[in-house]
T-cell receptor, first 112, second 113 residues
């Protein structure tokens, strides 16, 4: 499978715990995006990487959220001290410059 | 900042009839416009895009969209709907010099047999 891969697909965590999600983009894609999607809404932009550089961050990305792409390949999104409002689908997408973004299946986070 | 409006939460059509899902956008400069479809518990699948060139673009599964610069619209169309087209459709825009791709709230398309 040469598409965008996200792990885990589902995560249930207790409020206050930390969680980390992983995204493996399409191998030749240099750009990687993270989005958050809640029920009935469109995806909301969180952050964007070009290779290993994090170039843009949404104001939605509070200081409890951090994303990395250490070698310009896979990326991780960590949420510290999770809150119930963090419950959402977290989507990763990758693209080459000027082309459409390809999305992974997403990680559904439930904070209880 | 760019934004997208999908004015209809839901569109219902009968199988075999033409369908239109509406999208208007706001962006500084030339837009890159996209349509994606989402099936339950799945990620977004790319349907088609407008970057430059012909205003009518054709995409996957028989879908097409027309870019109208004066009306800042990018409506998704299909001549003959299928029951299997029932899904959530998202329009997205980004400026040519900006990597922040913004999505609309989505339109749920239901095609009835």
């Amino acid at each position: 499978d040469t598409g965008v891969s996200q792990n885990p697909r589902h995560k249930i965590t207790k409020r206050g715990q930390n969680v980390t999600f992983r995204c493996d983009p399409i191998s030749e894609h240099n750009r990687l995006y993270w989005y958050r999607q809640t029920l009935g809404q469109g995806p909301e932009f969180l952050t964007y990487f070009q290779n290993e550089a994090q170039l843009e961050k949404s104001r939605l990305l509070s200081d409890r959220f951090s994303a990395e792409r250490p070698k310009g390949s896979f990326s991780t999104l960590e949420i510290q001290r999770t809150e119930q409002g963090d419950s959402a689908m977290y989507l990763c997408a990758s693209t080459l410059e000027g082309t459409e973004a390809f999305f992974g299946q997403g990680t559904r986070l439930t904070v209880v | 900042a760019q934004s997208v409006a999908q004015p209809e939460d839901q569109v219902n059509v009968a199988e075999g009839n033409p369908l239109t899902v509406k999208c208007t956008y706001s962006v500084s400069g030339n837009p890159y416009l996209f349509w994606y479809v989402q099936y339950p518990n799945r990620g977004l699948q790319f349907l088609l895009k407008y970057i430059t060139g012909d205003n009518l673009v054709k995409g996957s599964y028989g879908f097409e969209a027309e870019f109208n610069k004066s009306q800042t619209s990018f409506h998704l169309k299909k001549p003959s709907a299928l029951v299997s087209d029932s899904a959530l459709y998202f329009c997205a825009v980004r400026a040519y010099n900006n990597n922040d791709m913004r999505f609309g709230a989505g339109t749920r398309l239901t095609v009835k047999p």
